[in-house]
């Protein structure tokens, strides 16, 4: 799944912090397909909201980029008393095309049986 970040084309992108900055000013638009689908832990793992942070961007090609950022989780059930907070760390790749940068999502969603028909 794709998704696109429009950005001006006098972005330097070769400037790594100018990406994270532009980046960071656009996570609200990217960041429940950077959360993605938290049921791979538990039915009741839940996003912490404003606790995405970048932490590098990393030139792979040309135009081609690995952000690596990390996020709480906390998972709550009290029938089984767990109350936990977890930090993940992932990586996306994105590439910066045409004066915008268009990241490439792995799909976390729980397959249903239409799916599978």
């Known amino acids: 799944m794709r998704k696109s970040i429009t950005v001006s084309s006098a972005v330097n992108a070769a400037n790594s912090s100018e990406l994270i900055a532009i980046i960071q000013q656009s996570l609200p638009e990217i960041e429940d397909e950077l959360t993605g689908s938290l049921l791979w832990y538990s039915q009741n793992a839940r996003y912490v909201p404003e606790t995405l942070k970048i932490i ?22 009290a029938c089984l008393d767990i109350d936990a907070d977890e930090t993940t760390v992932q990586s996306v790749n994105f590439v910066h095309q045409h004066g915008a940068l268009i990241f490439d999502f792995i799909d976390t969603e729980q397959a249903t049986a239409a799916d599978e028909l």
């Not at 040309?62 to 059930?77: A, I």
């Open 56 to 77: 590098s961007v990393e030139q792979m090609s040309e135009s081609g980029y690995k952000m690596t950022y990390s996020f709480r989780w906390n998972v709550f059930n």
